[in-house]
């Protein structure tokens, strides 16, 4: 298993895809039920720390993409809506 491999690095230094994949090993021991007390906190703490990075991550590129909606460099920007808003 993967335990270790997100664990040496701060959430800060983690890409969204390896955080995301960090995550998903996360739940799936959480949801096992194997961990002991004190471990399954501690995996719930990692994991929300990797969930805010996530979520700063996805801020961080809406706002690039809000960015560049505009070519000519204005001010003008458009809120992102995901495919599944638009219907």
Do not use: K, N
Not at 19 to 33: C, F, I, K, P
Not at 36 to 55: D, I, K, M, N
């Amino acid at each position: 298993m993967a335990r270790g491999a997100a664990r040496d690095e701060s959430p800060a230094d983690v890409s969204f895809e390896g955080a995301l994949e960090r995550l998903e090993a996360l739940v799936d021991q959480l949801e096992s039920g194997d961990l002991p007390l004190e471990e399954a906190l501690s995996a719930f703490e990692e994991g929300v720390a990797l969930s805010r990075r996530c979520a700063e991550q996805l801020e961080t590129a809406e706002r690039r993409i809000e960015a560049l909606i505009d070519p000519e460099g204005g001010l003008r920007t458009e809120p992102f809506a995901a495919e599944d808003e638009q219907a």
